[in-house]
Each structure stands twice: as C-alpha cells, then as structure tokens.
C-alpha cells in the first residue's frame, strides 16, 4: 500500500498542477477563438470582405483548447459514460469494473499515442497552414508560415495528459479496493478558468 501511495501522491500533484495550467491556456484558447470568429463575422458581413485567416486561426484555438481541457474533464468524469451497470451491481464489483473499463481505455490511449505522432511527424505535419503566420523578427519585416505539425501537436498533449490522468484513476481505484480509500488525496473539481 505504500508503495502504490508512493506513486499516487506525486502523480496527483503532477497532474493538478498540468492540468491547471492547461485549463488556463484553454480559457486564453477560447477567448482568442471567439475573437477570431466575431473578427470575421465583422470583416464578411459589415465590410463585405472575408479574411483568410479568422476561419483557421480559431480552428488552431479549438484543437488546443480541446487537448488541454479534455484531460481535466475525464479526471473530474465529465465524459459521458452509461453506468446504470456499476451502479446496479455490488460497490466491489462495481469498482473492479470501473477499473476494467480504465484498463481498456489505457490501451486505446497507448495505441493514440503512436497516430498523435503520426499526425505531427507524418505527411500532414510536414505542410505549412495556408494562411497563419508569425513574424520572424520584432520589425515585422519577414514572417512564416505556421506549421500544421503545430496544430497536430495538440492531439498528442492531449493523448498524452489523457493518459497522465488514466493511470491516476488507476491507481486510485486500486488503492481504494485494497481498503486506502481514505489515505487518497481528493481529485479537485475546478472551476471557470481554473479557479479551486
């Protein structure tokens, strides 16, 4: 039991503190993606004149969002799941389901992991978005183009937190059927923009 609590406790922390800040670069992802969109919504109907960029922009922002905010809804259960079973069933075998059913989800996250890095390092990621850039130097005098590996890059956090938080949730449901439920710190709900 110690040595499980060992593990759990660090890799608590680990993830409230990635998940934190990944709720406040998905509020500041959010925010920057609805600017985007009002920005064209502007420029194609007052000014009768669609930018290239708003459209791609605010799909960057989306991905992102969706990447570092996905995580801490798993951890807090937020995804929706059907569990009129584990509810129907004894609080043990309930809980080993649960930890059946987490088992599973590893092993799609593991096999995610290797097309995350497919999408950033294959054919895709190798092309540059068609209309976002960053200028090269504070003069704004020369700019490039974003790589699409950037946007890609986005699932792969994603995949890779989701899995941070999986095996916590592993960990946690061993613990507690081994009778440590007590000695497990609490998963913090957080709040708009990662306010405790």
């Not at 790589?147 to 095996?167: D, F, H, Q, T």
């Amino acid at each position: 039991m110690n040595a499980l609590m060992a593990v759990v406790t660090p890799l608590y922390w680990i993830n409230a503190t990635l998940l934190r800040l990944g709720r406040w670069v998905g509020c500041i992802a959010v925010a920057a993606m609805v600017v985007a969109i009002l920005i064209q919504v502007f420029f194609r109907y007052v000014m009768n004149n669609a930018l290239p960029w708003p459209d791609e922009a605010a799909r960057f922002c989306m991905l992102w969002m969706t990447g570092l905010m996905a995580p801490t809804a798993f951890r807090q259960g937020g995804f929706v799941a059907i569990d009129t079973l584990s509810a129907m069933l004894p609080v043990r075998i309930g809980s080993l389901l649960s930890l059946v059913l987490l088992c599973l989800s590893l092993l799609v996250l593991v096999v995610a992991v290797k097309i995350g890095i497919g999408e950033v390092t294959g054919i895709g990621g190798r092309f540059a978005t068609a209309s976002l850039y960053l200028p090269n130097s504070l003069g704004f005098d020369s700019w490039f183009r974003i790589p699409r590996s950037w946007m890609m890059l986005s699932l792969l956090v994603g995949i890779v937190l989701l899995i941070l938080v999986n095996v916590e949730l592993i960990l946690h449901r061993v613990v507690a059927l081994l009778g440590g439920a007590d000695r497990l710190p609490e998963i913090e709900f957080a709040t708009a923009g990662g306010a405790e």
